[in-house]
Each structure stands twice: as structure tokens, then as C-alpha cells.
């Protein structure tokens, strides 16, 4: 398996800076591409930032990776082997984009979209050949989620797919092929578990931090060891019959965003980046909680690289 010696990132936002320095400690000379030359300036920090989380996990880095950033698309795509678009999720920026990267690529150069849940399809639309396009869904903070979905569009090539499985397997994460679907199978499952959980809340069955912690204790703790799928077998396929006969038309279905959301989004308390959300955060928390996050997330990556997964 091999990685390419030369990648491309177009977009330096929230995942930008953690997937170049992933790539670049596996020794991949990595570019990062944004109109912006302050957004540059921080994704130069951000990725910094990232590299020394990944040295805090340990295990194995190749020489001869770097990261370099440009505001000149141009510069940051010559002589790529392999593109990944990061910019925001929005379809018709999305598509220019793409076209604007075809224009300047190699013809065998996979392009692969970190789209959130956009149909690859309706994205690939966007090129002249689009059996070269590929989603390649990292999860965040992704360098420090090992998992990468893979997302094939109806027109992509079965050797791009299995070229990225291998990309993906080179530099020591687990790819997971899928079929397109809306959300994608991740965001999917997590939604599921956040509508429950943010429906508990707001009919008063549980406070938020009484929910974080049986989330965490409880189901966290096990599905951070052995999946869903295993999980059934380990209770028993009866059992699961059994209460889900009567559990699961008590569930939450509402197909609206809970008003406890909508309400707090409309006084302006949006989580950490304004200082108040779900919870409240005085001056200094929000850098402590974030250094916490991490801290815990090197430490479980830590002891689950030891196991076999799932």
C-alpha cells in the first residue's frame, strides 16, 4: 500500500489543518489551498497544533512529510497526486470549486470531497470526468478519529474506490465503504443518538449533565469497544426483540430541530464559540474543556490501538 507522495488540501477551515498533518506525518508532502491569506495564518497554527497531537498518540511517521500553504490554487495543485476538497457545504460553491480543481489536475488524479453529507453524485455532476470522484468523509477533530467513510458516486470508478481504501489504509486509518445516503452512515447514527438525547432534556427526564454522564459511562464507554452490531450479539437477538417490541415506538421522532435548540440558537448561545450553549462556560473554560477533549481522546485512541476493532 502506498500514499501519494504529493497531496493537495483545498480549504483550510475546521478539518483542513487536521487532515494535512495527518497526511504529512505519514509522509505525504502535503499542500494547503484557501482564498484567504488569514485563514492561512491560521491554518498554518491549527495544523501545528495538530502534529503535536499526533506526536502525543505515538506509533509510526515516515519521513519526508510536510505541509506548505498557498493562496495560489495554481501553485497548490501542480504536480499533485491527489486532491482533497474541504471547503464549506455549500453545493454550488462545492461544484465551482471542483471544476476549478479538474481544470488544473492531472486526468488520473483522484478528487475526493470531505462533504458532510452532500450526495457525491450531485457534486460529481460538476465534472467532465467524475468517475474520478470520490467522498472521503473524516470525522472531527480527524487526526484524531482513525475512521474515514468512503462514498462512491453512481458514476465513480471501482479502482478509485479501492485506491482510496488503500490511501486511507497507508496512513493507519479504517476506511468504510458505503452507499450514498443523505447524512452518510456516521452523522446518521449520531443524530439518531443526539434527537433521543436532546428530547430527554428538553421533557425535563434528565438534566444535561446527568445525560452526558450515562452517555459517557454507559452506552459510550462499550460502543467505544465493541459496535452496535457486535453489541446485538453480546445482549442477545431475543432480548433485543424483545424490548425494542415496546421501546422503540416510545422513541423521539420528530423530524423538526428540538425548540431548546432553536431557542437557545436565537439568543445567541451557540456552544463554545460564543461562550454559551447547552451548557454555560465562564472566561478560560471553553480552552479548558477543548485541552480536556483532546487530552481524553489521545488517551482512549491510546488503548483502543491495542485492540481489534469492533
Known sequence: MSLPAIATVIGSGTMGPGIAATLARAGTQVRVYDISDEALARAEKSTAFAASVLDQIGGDSAPGGSVSFSSDIAVALDGTEFVIEAVPEKLELKKSVLAQIEGLVGADVIIATNTSGIPITTMGEALGTPGRFIGMHWSNPPHLIPMIEVIPGEATDAAVTDRLVEIVKAFGYHPVIENEI???????????????????????????????????????YKLAVVGPMRLLDMAGLDIYQSVSSYLNKELDASTETPSVITESIAAGRLGFKSGGGMYDYAEGDVDAKRADIVAGLVAVRKALSATTPV
Request: glycine share 10%; hydrophobic share 50%; net charge negative.
Open 182 to 220: 443523505a447524512g452518510f452512515v456516521e452523522n446518521r447514527v449520531l443524530y439518531a443518538i443526539l434527537r433521543e438525547c436532546v428530547a430527554l432534556v428538553q421533557e425535563g427526564i434528565v438534566t444535561q449533565e446527568a445525560l452526558d454522564t450515562c452517555v459517557k459511562w454507559g452506552i459510550g
